[in-house]
């Protein structure tokens, strides 16, 4: 089956670690994406990825880090300097930039 | 600045009362809108995309049309299983590209 995949669901980082969230697709799309989302607030964007070895910073890139190495593959680092990183992660995929977009189940990111 | 509002925040339904959501913007061009269901702990699943004003699209229990101003998520006939967050997004123009603006979502409960 053609779909996104997130990995870890549930995810702890200590003071001053950086950790990893793992996305891949196997819907042969071009652009990439994620996304955090807050309770009560609407999904906002982190990086974006329209093409393999290039991405562009969304509206919360601060703290964070991406690479696009492969089509299929874009991993997300919440770094140290994220101070507030707390939050549920999703990944997502389309055809084309700002077609309709296909969402993972996500990533919950906690501080121990 | 780009500002998508969805009301109500919270819905709760009786099962086979229908009603409808709401999708106000306020944005600089919009280009399309889009509505997702997402279920607790999941990630969004797309149910719509609308381009022009007077566009209607329907799905199951589901009809999303849209105006020059805000977009309605009308159920008839809701069922338990019906029972998630809808979120609004609108694709609007940034620099040379286009991003999606999302809405905080309307939480839709449907009790049997």
């Known amino acids: 089956d053609g779909g996104i995949t997130q990995s870890p669901k549930y995810l702890f980082r200590k003071e001053g670690q950086n950790v990893t969230l793992s996305c891949e697709q196997n819907?042969?799309?071009?652009?990439m994406y994620w996304y955090r989302q807050d309770p009560g607030q609407g999904l906002r964007l982190i990086y974006y990825?329209?093409?393999?070895?290039?991405?562009q910073k969304g509206d919360i890139a601060e703290g964070y880090s991406v690479s696009r190495e492969k089509k299929e593959s874009f991993p997300l680092t919440v770094t140290s300097a994220q101070k507030n990183p707390t939050a549920f992660y999703l990944c997502?995929?389309?055809?084309?930039?700002?077609?309709?977009?296909?969402f993972g189940s996500g990533t919950q990111l906690s501080v121990l | 600045e780009d500002q998508v509002t969805q009301s109500p925040e919270a819905l709760r339904l009786q099962e086979g009362e229908s009603s409808s959501l709401n999708c106000s913007y306020t944005?600089?061009?919009?280009?399309?809108l889009f509505w997702y269901r997402q279920d607790p702990g999941k990630g969004p699943e797309f149910l719509f995309t609308?381009?022009?004003a007077g566009e209607e699209k329907e799905k199951e229990r589901l009809k999303a049309t849209l105006t020059k101003k805000e977009s309605f998520l009308h159920i008839t006939a809701p069922k338990p299983e019906d029972s998630a967050t809808y979120l609004c997004?609108?694709?609007?123009?940034?620099?040379?590209?286009?991003?999606?603006?999302f809405g905080k979502g309307t939480k839709l409960t449907v009790n049997p």
């Open positions: 990825s329209q093409i393999v070895n290039d991405f």
């Open positions: 997004a609108v694709q609007v123009p940034q620099g040379g590209s286009e991003k999606l603006v």
């Open positions: 997502a995929s389309s055809d084309s930039l700002v077609e309709k977009l296909f």
């Open positions: 819907l042969n799309h071009d652009a």
């Open positions: 944005v600089s061009g919009l280009r399309g």
């Open positions: 609308l381009y022009s």
